[in-house]
C-alpha cells in the first residue's frame, strides 16, 4: 500500500483592499478597477479575486457604475 501524499498547507488568502487599507473604492479610478476584472470585462468571483463578502461588493458596485459611466467596457469582442 502506498503512503498518501502529503500536500503542502493552503495558504491564506487576505483581501487586497484589507491588506492595504483601502476604505473607499472609487468609480473612476479604472486600473484598481481592472484588478478584478477579466480581459473580456467580466468581474472576477471572490474565490478567483481574493477580496472579502464586504469588499467584493463594493468592487462589483464600482465596476458596474463605471461601466455606465463609459469608463469601462460591458464586454470586449
Given amino acids: 500500500m502506498r503512503p498518501k501524499p502529503s500536500h503542502a498547507p493552503l495558504k ?7 491588506a492595504n487599507v483601502i476604505d473607499d473604492l472609487d468609480y473612476k479610478d479604472v486600473r484598481s ?8 470585462g467580466k468581474i472576477f468571483p471572490r474565490r478567483r479575486s481574493g477580496a472579502c463578502m464586504k469588499h467584493q461588493r463594493v468592487i462589483a ?3 458596474k457604475r463605471a461601466r455606465i459611466m463609459a469608463l469601462l467596457p460591458f464586454t470586449t469582442h
Avoid at 33 to 40: G, H, P, Y
Fill in 12 to 18: 491564506e488568502r487576505t483581501c487586497y483592499l484589507c
Fill in 33 to 40: 478597477l481592472q484588478r478584478f476584472t477579466s480581459a473580456s
Fill in 61 to 63: 458596485e464600482a465596476i
